[in-house]
């Protein structure tokens, strides 16, 4: 039986057109029909396709019609079924943020690359750290701080100076953005089942705001994050270009 492929595409004139031509080519099922899902553009579309199928057990296959393309494929018009066929998944489980604001609403959110927390004012934010129930640093005095999934490690976490995570290693990072005190503080690993809790101090006075990818909640006092092994997100790439093989290329980039 034909392989179903749905086709979605970014704004960009570039993902647009190329969308039209693979439909008129090969088809354009509809999502909840479909054996595949072709993304066409950049690694902020590919997120964005991420989350709106986080429902839906579903592969996705990018290609690049972006700028640095790290989820993506490289674009190619020919052949695309075989492509599909042929490639190598990655299951990626995001991280499941919970948000408590300075009025003690609750804000929830997924983040496949990292949960973040930013200082939102002129002075440095104030962090206590939990891990696991346990307090781990009782001041970190910092721009910020972010915990990433091995998927999210070379991009914001890697920005800040934090490590390259192995896909299959079971870790997450947790990392530090310019800190203060402890100066030389440059973040943990942890495992993967960890639960990490930012306690905001001085919150009113240093407004902190948190992300989960495009998910931000301002003025929070209390940030839990933890792994959702009950999301899977399915992603494709070409044979010997895989995420586990990007990761370990990036190292000697």
């Known amino acids: 039986m034909p392989m179903t492929i749905a086709f979605v595409a970014s704004e960009a004139p570039l993902a647009r057109e190329a969308r039209d031509r693979l439909a008129a080519r090969y088809g354009d099922a509809e999502v909840d029909e479909a054996d595949v899902l072709v993304a066409l553009g950049g690694d902020g579309f590919m997120l964005q396709t991420l989350h709106a199928t986080e429902g839906l057990d579903l592969p996705v296959y990018g290609m690049n019609r972006g700028t640095v393309g790290f989820l993506m494929n490289g674009y190619a018009e020919d052949d695309l079924p075989e492509r599909v066929a042929d490639a190598e998944e990655a299951l ?26 930013l200082r939102a004012g002129p002075q440095a934010a ?89 998910r931000s909640v301002k003025f929070v006092r209390r940030v839990e994050i933890r792994s959702e092994p009950a999301v899977a997100h399915r992603l494709l790439f070409d044979p010997g270009h895989g995420l586990e093989e990007r990761l370990i290329r990036e190292q000697f980039a």
């Open 92 to 117: 990626l489980n995001p991280l499941a943020m919970r948000a408590t604001d300075l009025e003690d609403e609750v804000h929830e959110g997924l983040a496949i690359n990292e949960v973040s927390l």
């Open 126 to 214: 104030k962090l206590r750290v939990w891990v696991d129930g346990r307090m781990r640093m009782e001041e970190l005095v910092c721009d910020g701080a972010l915990v990433a999934t091995p998927a999210g490690s070379t991009a914001y976490n890697y920005s800040a100076h934090g490590p390259i995570l192995p896909i299959g290693s079971g870790v997450l990072a947790l990392t530090a953005i310019a800190p203060f005190r402890p100066r030389r503080w440059r973040g943990a690993l942890l495992p993967k089942r960890a639960e990490v809790v930012f306690e905001v101090l001085d919150a009113e006075r240093r407004p902190v705001m948190a992300d989960a990818d495009t």
